[in-house]
């Protein structure tokens, strides 16, 4: 039995995260074929949660998020904005890998609107548990995921709003991947180093806040 949003919140409330997740890998995916569900990871009340669109090859292998080369650039990037990766969390709007097989390899494939509309209440539940300071949409796919809404990434980059969680929208770092000039690679690469320098800012701004307030 396949759980939409819809039928989800008609079961008892998940009292934990682990019971979140629990109730998630109970059902089969939408999309058969991945290995594995690849779940969120990192401490609670992280200062930043990282949501990305989907598990990759490597994720879906090693039931990991952001360990393959877009989660490699985003270490990096990270180091230098001096984001701890341990002290952050990491999730994806849809948590298994969907792709098309051609030979040997698997290719990925987007998930569709609808697969990330019916998925959306999960990563917005446990962002309910993890209660990061700052939410950061890493393209389009977690902005709609955390928004409800498809929007443009180069409108909306920067600071945002995401039911009631202070966000942030930036590129996806596997775009950063993907660029074929080196120089406009440099560029764009700097601009998302640029954007975690702005993230980590944001969150020790509101968690300065949250002391002063008690
Ligand atoms: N891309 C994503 O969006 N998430 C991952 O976990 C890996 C690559």
């Known amino acids: 039995m396949i759980t939409s949003a819809k039928a989800a919140t008609a079961r008892?409330?998940?009292?934990?995260?682990?019971?979140?997740?629990?109730?998630?890998?109970?059902?089969?995916?939408?999309v058969p074929g991945a290995t594995k569900w690849v779940l969120g990871e990192g401490p609670i009340r992280s200062p930043i949660a990282f949501v990305g669109e989907q598990p990759g090859d490597q994720e879906d292998l090693q039931g990991r998020p952001f360990v393959g080369p877009a989660g490699r650039l985003l270490d990096r990037a990270m180091v230098e904005a001096g984001i701890a990766r341990d002290r952050s969390y990491f999730t994806n709007a849809v948590k298994y890998f969907k792709f098309a097989q051609r030979g040997k390899r698997r290719i990925h494939q987007r998930p569709t609107a609808g697969e990330v509309r019916h998925y959306r209440?999960?990563?917005?539940?446990e962002l309910e548990f993890v209660e990061p300071r700052i939410?950061?949409?890493?393209?389009?796919t977690a902005v709609l995921a955390l928004s409800g809404k498809a929007l443009s990434i180069a409108r909306t980059r920067g600071e945002a709003r995401f039911d009631g969680h202070l966000g942030f929208i930036t590129v996806h770092p596997s775009s950063l991947v993907r660029i074929p000039a080196e120089d406009d690679r440099r560029r764009a690469y700097a601009d998302f180093v640029a954007d975690l320098r702005q993230i980590r800012?944001?969150?020790?701004?509101?968690?300065?806040?949250?002391a002063a307030a008690g």
């Not at 209440?121 to 539940?125: F, G, L, Q």
């Not at 939410?135 to 389009?140: I, K, R």
């Open 201 to 210: 800012s944001l969150s020790e701004r509101d968690g300065a806040a949250r």
């Open 135 to 140: 939410v950061v949409a890493l393209g389009a």
């Open 12 to 30: 008892p409330e998940p009292k934990t995260l682990k019971a979140l997740n629990e109730a998630l890998v109970a059902d089969a995916p939408l």
């Open 121 to 125: 209440w999960w990563p917005m539940k």
